[in-house]
Nanobody, 126 residues
Framework: QVQLVESGGGLVQAGDSLRLSCALG???????MGWFRQTPGKEREFVAA????????YYADSVKGRFTISRDNAKNTVYLQMSSLKPDDTAVYYC????????????????????WGQGTQVTVSS
């Protein structure tokens, strides 16, 4: 089992940048990773995903070109770099992980993930 700990959320202005971090803890396994977000009264929304090998990424249309998912295997940490933030990006952001033996696959459905972080709030003011 792996525990995910997110950090980096906060209050920013429209147009600003923010980087979220997701630490996986002590694990030698490779995990496919994802970022999701949710606002009150709405369904959880897929944001970005990365294969366990790290060579493939995928983004929701709403964030493509503005957000970047990356990982530092030495630190067992996954990042979501967010730039040109908009008020519509305001949400609680969650990282998720699933053990994947398919090195080059990424997953976009929440049901594909086994482990979730506690969430971090991102608020973008206009």
């Amino acid at each position: 089992q792996v525990q995910l700990v997110e950090s980096g959320g906060g209050l920013v202005q429209a147009g600003d940048s923010l980087r979220l971090s997701c630490a996986l803890g002590r694990t030698r396994s490779m995990y496919a990773m994802g970022w999701f977000r949710q606002t009150p009264g709405k369904e959880r929304e897929f944001v970005a995903a990365m294969s366990s090998s790290g060579d493939r990424t995928y983004y929701a249309d709403s964030v493509k070109g503005r957000f970047t998912i990356s990982r530092d295997n030495a630190k067992n940490t996954v990042y979501l770099q967010m730039s040109s933030l908009k008020p519509d990006d305001t949400a609680v952001y969650y990282c998720a992980a699933t053990r994947s033996y398919r090195d080059h696959y990424y997953y976009t459905r929440g049901s594909d993930y086994d482990y979730w972080g506690q969430g971090t709030q991102v608020t973008v003011s206009s």
